[in-house]
Protein backbone atom coordinates (compact mmCIF):
# COMPACT_ATOMS: atom_id res chain seq x y z
CA UNK A 1 0.00 0.00 0.00
CA UNK A 2 1.03 3.51 -0.35
CA UNK A 3 2.31 5.13 2.42
CA UNK A 4 4.69 8.22 3.74
CA UNK A 5 8.10 6.03 4.88
CA UNK A 6 10.19 7.95 7.31
CA UNK A 7 13.37 7.20 6.08
CA UNK A 8 16.01 8.87 8.21
CA UNK A 9 16.82 11.93 10.62
CA UNK A 10 14.90 15.25 9.04
CA UNK A 11 13.66 12.50 5.45
CA UNK A 12 10.47 11.16 4.64
CA UNK A 13 9.15 9.47 1.26
CA UNK A 14 6.55 8.04 -0.17
CA UNK A 15 6.70 4.11 -1.12
CA UNK A 16 5.44 0.49 -0.22
CA UNK A 17 4.66 -0.79 2.55
CA UNK A 18 2.87 -3.91 3.38
CA UNK A 19 -0.73 -3.97 4.34
CA UNK A 20 -2.11 -4.36 7.75
CA UNK A 21 -3.45 -8.53 8.11
CA UNK A 22 -5.86 -7.41 10.66
CA UNK A 23 -9.54 -8.54 9.94
CA UNK A 24 -10.62 -4.77 10.02
CA UNK A 25 -9.29 -2.54 8.20
CA UNK A 26 -9.24 1.44 7.54
CA UNK A 27 -9.05 2.87 4.68
CA UNK A 28 -7.26 5.88 5.73
CA UNK A 29 -8.97 9.33 4.43
CA UNK A 30 -6.92 11.74 6.34
CA UNK A 31 -4.16 11.99 9.02
CA UNK A 32 -3.04 15.07 10.66
CA UNK A 33 0.45 15.67 11.26
CA UNK A 34 1.16 16.16 15.03
CA UNK A 35 4.16 17.62 16.51
CA UNK A 36 5.59 14.78 18.08
CA UNK A 37 5.44 13.40 14.19
CA UNK A 38 7.85 16.44 13.50
CA UNK A 39 9.74 16.43 16.17
CA UNK A 40 10.60 13.16 15.34
CA UNK A 41 11.78 13.22 12.17
CA UNK A 42 13.72 16.05 12.82
CA UNK A 43 15.25 15.60 16.50
CA UNK A 44 14.74 11.90 16.53
CA UNK A 45 12.32 10.04 19.09
CA UNK A 46 13.26 6.71 21.62
CA UNK A 47 9.75 5.08 20.10
CA UNK A 48 9.73 5.93 16.22
CA UNK A 49 13.35 5.07 14.78
CA UNK A 50 13.49 4.73 10.88
CA UNK A 51 12.36 3.27 8.53
CA UNK A 52 9.37 3.97 9.76
CA UNK A 53 5.56 5.08 8.84
CA UNK A 54 3.97 7.75 11.71
CA UNK A 55 0.94 9.40 12.10
CA UNK A 56 -1.63 8.72 14.59
CA UNK A 57 -4.66 12.05 14.40
CA UNK A 58 -6.96 9.96 11.43
CA UNK A 59 -10.14 9.12 9.92
CA UNK A 60 -11.75 6.78 7.69
CA UNK A 61 -13.60 4.44 6.39
CA UNK A 62 -14.12 0.74 7.48
CA UNK A 63 -13.75 -1.22 4.10
CA UNK A 64 -12.78 -4.74 5.35
CA UNK A 65 -14.61 -6.33 8.68
CA UNK A 66 -16.19 -9.55 9.72
CA UNK A 67 -20.17 -10.42 9.43
CA UNK A 68 -21.48 -8.77 12.05
CA UNK A 69 -19.06 -6.45 12.97
CA UNK A 70 -20.03 -3.39 15.00
CA UNK A 71 -19.21 -1.06 12.60
CA UNK A 72 -19.93 -2.86 8.64
CA UNK A 73 -17.72 -1.94 5.69
CA UNK A 74 -18.47 1.20 4.83
CA UNK A 75 -18.62 3.29 7.74
CA UNK A 76 -16.92 6.38 8.72
CA UNK A 77 -15.10 6.62 11.70
CA UNK A 78 -12.60 8.10 13.67
CA UNK A 79 -10.06 5.71 15.57
CA UNK A 80 -8.27 6.30 19.27
CA UNK A 81 -4.93 5.23 17.93
CA UNK A 82 -4.70 3.91 21.51
CA UNK A 83 -6.56 3.23 24.36
CA UNK A 84 -6.24 2.07 28.30
CA UNK A 85 -6.87 -1.95 29.34
CA UNK A 86 -9.37 -0.55 32.11
CA UNK A 87 -7.40 -3.59 34.46
CA UNK A 88 -3.98 -2.88 35.29
CA UNK A 89 -2.69 -0.79 38.43
CA UNK A 90 -2.37 2.66 36.84
CA UNK A 91 -6.21 2.33 35.48
CA UNK A 92 -7.34 1.14 38.54
CA UNK A 93 -5.63 3.67 40.63
CA UNK A 94 -7.61 6.26 38.12
CA UNK A 95 -4.34 7.05 35.66
CA UNK A 96 -5.67 5.54 32.99
CA UNK A 97 -3.24 7.67 30.24
CA UNK A 98 -0.21 5.83 32.59
CA UNK A 99 -1.62 2.45 31.66
CA UNK A 100 1.31 0.09 30.65
CA UNK A 101 -1.22 -2.24 28.80
CA UNK A 102 -2.79 0.08 26.30
CA UNK A 103 -4.14 -1.86 22.98
CA UNK A 104 -2.86 -0.17 19.74
CA UNK A 105 -3.77 0.42 16.35
CA UNK A 106 -1.97 -1.83 13.84
CA UNK A 107 0.78 0.97 12.18
CA UNK A 108 1.36 4.48 11.13
CA UNK A 109 -1.50 6.11 9.72
CA UNK A 110 0.47 8.65 6.93
CA UNK A 111 -0.39 5.13 4.83
CA UNK A 112 -3.63 3.56 2.81
CA UNK A 113 -4.82 1.54 5.68
CA UNK A 114 -4.63 1.23 9.58
CA UNK A 115 -5.26 -2.64 10.76
CA UNK A 116 -8.05 -2.64 14.28
CA UNK A 117 -6.89 -5.46 16.40
CA UNK A 118 -9.62 -7.51 17.91
CA UNK A 119 -12.04 -5.93 20.62
CA UNK A 120 -11.07 -2.71 19.50
CA UNK A 121 -14.47 -1.22 19.14
CA UNK A 122 -14.77 0.75 22.03
CA UNK A 123 -11.40 2.27 20.24
CA UNK A 124 -13.68 3.69 16.94
CA UNK A 125 -16.54 6.34 16.91
CA UNK A 126 -19.18 6.60 13.77
CA UNK A 127 -18.65 9.74 11.93
CA UNK A 128 -21.87 11.39 10.51
CA UNK A 129 -22.59 10.40 6.77
CA UNK A 130 -22.16 13.75 5.16
CA UNK A 131 -20.76 16.90 6.13
CA UNK A 132 -17.39 18.08 6.96
CA UNK A 133 -15.84 14.88 8.40
CA UNK A 134 -11.92 16.27 7.89
CA UNK A 135 -11.86 18.13 10.95
CA UNK A 136 -12.50 14.86 12.77
CA UNK A 137 -8.84 14.37 12.25
CA UNK A 138 -8.68 16.81 15.32
CA UNK A 139 -10.25 14.50 18.00
CA UNK A 140 -6.56 12.91 18.99
CA UNK A 141 -4.93 16.32 19.41
CA UNK A 142 -8.31 17.43 20.91
CA UNK A 143 -8.23 14.59 23.45
CA UNK A 144 -4.84 15.40 24.53
CA UNK A 145 -6.14 18.86 25.18
CA UNK A 146 -9.30 17.31 27.39
CA UNK A 147 -6.81 15.75 29.06
CA UNK A 148 -4.86 19.21 30.26
CA UNK A 149 -8.28 20.44 30.84
CA UNK A 150 -9.10 18.14 32.80
CA UNK A 151 -6.12 18.61 35.36
CA UNK A 152 -7.19 22.51 35.30
CA UNK A 153 -8.63 24.12 38.40
CA UNK A 154 -11.56 26.42 36.40
CA UNK A 155 -14.01 28.43 38.39
CA UNK A 156 -16.83 29.27 36.18
CA UNK A 157 -17.44 32.46 35.72
CA UNK A 158 -14.28 33.58 37.77
CA UNK A 159 -10.79 31.88 36.15
CA UNK A 160 -9.13 33.49 33.55
CA UNK A 161 -6.20 31.17 31.26
CA UNK A 162 -3.38 32.01 29.77
CA UNK A 163 -1.82 29.77 26.82
CA UNK A 164 1.55 30.07 26.19
CA UNK A 165 2.02 29.36 22.70
CA UNK A 166 -0.42 29.71 19.42
CA UNK A 167 0.69 26.63 17.84
CA UNK A 168 -2.15 24.08 16.92
CA UNK A 169 -2.20 22.60 20.48
CA UNK A 170 -2.62 26.46 22.00
CA UNK A 171 -5.46 27.20 19.38
CA UNK A 172 -7.24 23.94 20.26
CA UNK A 173 -7.13 24.86 24.37
CA UNK A 174 -8.68 28.58 22.88
CA UNK A 175 -11.32 26.70 21.08
CA UNK A 176 -12.40 24.33 23.51
CA UNK A 177 -12.24 26.93 26.62
CA UNK A 178 -14.30 29.61 24.84
CA UNK A 179 -16.73 27.10 23.76
CA UNK A 180 -17.11 26.49 27.79
CA UNK A 181 -17.82 30.16 27.69
CA UNK A 182 -14.31 30.46 29.94
CA UNK A 183 -11.97 33.44 29.13
CA UNK A 184 -8.78 32.73 27.68
CA UNK A 185 -5.86 34.52 26.07
CA UNK A 186 -2.54 33.39 24.28
CA UNK A 187 0.81 34.25 24.20
CA UNK A 188 2.13 33.83 20.94
CA UNK A 189 4.98 36.00 19.85
CA UNK A 190 4.91 35.90 15.97
CA UNK A 191 3.23 38.14 14.82
CA UNK A 192 2.11 35.98 11.36
CA UNK A 193 0.48 33.63 13.95
CA UNK A 194 -1.00 35.82 16.30
CA UNK A 195 -3.45 38.01 13.34
CA UNK A 196 -4.47 34.31 12.38
CA UNK A 197 -5.49 33.66 16.29
CA UNK A 198 -7.03 37.19 16.32
CA UNK A 199 -9.00 36.59 12.88
CA UNK A 200 -10.59 33.24 14.69
CA UNK A 201 -11.41 35.81 17.47
CA UNK A 202 -8.76 34.47 19.88
CA UNK A 203 -7.13 37.25 22.53
CA UNK A 204 -3.34 37.48 21.86
CA UNK A 205 -1.36 38.95 24.30
CA UNK A 206 2.77 39.16 24.88
CA UNK A 207 4.54 38.27 28.19
CA UNK A 208 5.69 41.66 28.67
CA UNK A 209 2.18 42.82 28.97
CA UNK A 210 1.09 40.56 31.66
CA UNK A 211 0.51 41.45 35.01
CA UNK A 212 1.31 38.95 37.79
CA UNK A 213 -2.08 37.63 39.30
CA UNK A 214 -4.52 38.11 36.43
CA UNK A 215 -4.33 34.56 35.57
CA UNK A 216 -5.36 31.43 37.74
CA UNK A 217 -4.40 28.92 35.03
CA UNK A 218 -1.57 29.27 32.67
CA UNK A 219 -0.80 26.39 30.19
CA UNK A 220 2.54 25.85 28.95
CA UNK A 221 2.40 24.92 25.53
CA UNK A 222 5.96 25.06 24.27
CA UNK A 223 8.51 22.80 24.65
CA UNK A 224 10.95 25.58 26.50
CA UNK A 225 11.04 24.22 30.19
CA UNK A 226 12.81 27.91 30.96
CA UNK A 227 9.27 29.18 30.25
CA UNK A 228 8.25 27.57 33.56
CA UNK A 229 9.81 29.93 35.40
CA UNK A 230 9.29 32.64 33.53
CA UNK A 231 5.28 32.64 33.75
CA UNK A 232 5.68 30.86 37.54
CA UNK A 233 5.66 34.47 38.86
CA UNK A 234 3.10 35.94 37.38
CA UNK A 235 0.26 33.19 38.23
CA UNK A 236 -2.01 34.34 40.68
CA UNK A 237 -2.23 32.50 43.91
CA UNK A 238 -3.46 29.22 44.62
CA UNK A 239 -3.64 28.56 40.40
CA UNK A 240 -2.67 26.22 38.62
CA UNK A 241 0.33 25.60 36.24
CA UNK A 242 0.32 23.08 33.36
CA UNK A 243 3.07 22.06 31.89
CA UNK A 244 1.75 20.36 28.57
CA UNK A 245 4.60 20.29 25.95
CA UNK A 246 6.49 17.62 25.60
CA UNK A 247 10.06 18.38 27.43
CA UNK A 248 12.66 15.67 28.08
CA UNK A 249 12.87 13.89 30.99
CA UNK A 250 15.99 14.66 32.65
CA UNK A 251 15.45 18.61 32.11
CA UNK A 252 15.98 20.59 35.35
CA UNK A 253 13.06 23.32 36.09
CA UNK A 254 13.67 26.43 38.38
CA UNK A 255 11.14 27.47 40.34
CA UNK A 256 10.30 29.66 43.61
CA UNK A 257 9.30 27.30 46.31
CA UNK A 258 7.67 30.00 48.02
CA UNK A 259 4.97 30.27 45.04
CA UNK A 260 4.12 26.36 46.05
CA UNK A 261 4.19 26.83 49.69
CA UNK A 262 2.93 30.49 50.22
CA UNK A 263 0.99 31.13 47.23
CA UNK A 264 -0.50 27.45 46.89
CA UNK A 265 -0.31 27.46 43.43
CA UNK A 266 -0.20 23.98 42.09
CA UNK A 267 2.50 22.51 39.44
CA UNK A 268 0.87 19.23 37.14
CA UNK A 269 1.62 18.08 33.83
CA UNK A 270 -0.04 15.41 31.51
CA UNK A 271 0.72 13.67 28.12
CA UNK A 272 -1.48 11.90 25.64
CA UNK A 273 -4.98 11.24 26.62
CA UNK A 274 -7.58 8.25 27.87
CA UNK A 275 -10.79 7.24 26.51
CA UNK A 276 -13.07 9.18 28.08
CA UNK A 277 -10.99 12.35 26.94
CA UNK A 278 -10.88 11.16 23.44
CA UNK A 279 -14.97 10.70 23.68
CA UNK A 280 -15.01 14.34 25.01
CA UNK A 281 -13.31 15.50 22.31
CA UNK A 282 -15.48 13.85 19.39
CA UNK A 283 -18.65 14.79 20.78
CA UNK A 284 -17.00 18.61 21.21
CA UNK A 285 -16.13 18.37 17.37
CA UNK A 286 -19.52 17.25 17.19
CA UNK A 287 -21.29 20.28 18.82
CA UNK A 288 -19.39 23.19 16.85
CA UNK A 289 -17.38 21.35 13.85
CA UNK A 290 -16.66 25.00 12.28
CA UNK A 291 -15.02 26.16 14.99
CA UNK A 292 -12.25 23.62 14.83
CA UNK A 293 -12.07 23.23 11.06
CA UNK A 294 -10.43 26.53 10.68
CA UNK A 295 -7.45 25.34 12.22
CA UNK A 296 -6.61 22.73 9.55
CA UNK A 297 -4.37 25.37 6.94
CA UNK A 298 -3.29 22.43 4.27
CA UNK A 299 -4.07 19.64 2.65
CA UNK A 300 -1.34 17.40 0.89
CA UNK A 301 -0.40 14.48 -0.98
CA UNK A 302 2.04 11.58 0.11
CA UNK A 303 4.29 12.92 -2.61
CA UNK A 304 4.51 16.80 -1.27
CA UNK A 305 5.25 14.73 2.53
CA UNK A 306 8.37 16.53 2.85
CA UNK A 307 7.28 19.86 2.00
CA UNK A 308 4.70 19.23 4.63
CA UNK A 309 6.98 18.54 7.52
CA UNK A 310 9.20 21.35 6.30
CA UNK A 311 6.31 23.80 6.69
CA UNK A 312 5.42 22.18 10.08
CA UNK A 313 9.46 22.29 10.99
CA UNK A 314 9.21 26.02 10.17
CA UNK A 315 5.32 26.58 11.75
CA UNK A 316 4.84 27.13 8.29
CA UNK A 317 0.84 26.24 8.70
CA UNK A 318 -1.49 25.20 11.63
CA UNK A 319 -2.58 21.63 10.92
CA UNK A 320 -1.66 19.49 7.87
CA UNK A 321 -3.49 16.96 7.03
CA UNK A 322 -1.94 14.32 4.58
CA UNK A 323 -3.84 11.57 2.62
CA UNK A 324 -3.16 9.19 -0.22
CA UNK A 325 -5.59 10.90 -2.40
CA UNK A 326 -5.43 14.37 -1.92
ZN1 LIG B 1 -1.04 13.84 17.98
ZN1 LIG C 1 -4.20 -0.24 32.17
Redesign the pocket.
Known amino acids: MKSLIYTELGKVQEGDTPRPEEDVLIRVAAS?I????VKAVFKGHRYFKPPTVLG??FYGQICKAPDGYKYPVGTWVVAA?YFECGKCSWCRSGNPDLCESKHYVTGGSFAEYVGIPEGYEDGLFQLPESGDRDVFALT??LA?VMNGIERLKITKLYSRVLVVGGGPMGALFAFSLGQRGIDVSIVEPSEERASILQSWGIDVRQQSDIKAGEYDNIVIAVNKGALLSAYMPLLRQGGTMLLFAGLPSNEMLSIDAGAIHYGEVCLTGCSGFHLKNFKDAFETISADTSRYARLITCRMGFKDGQKAFDMLSHAQAFKILLGSSF
Open positions: GCGTDHEPEPC
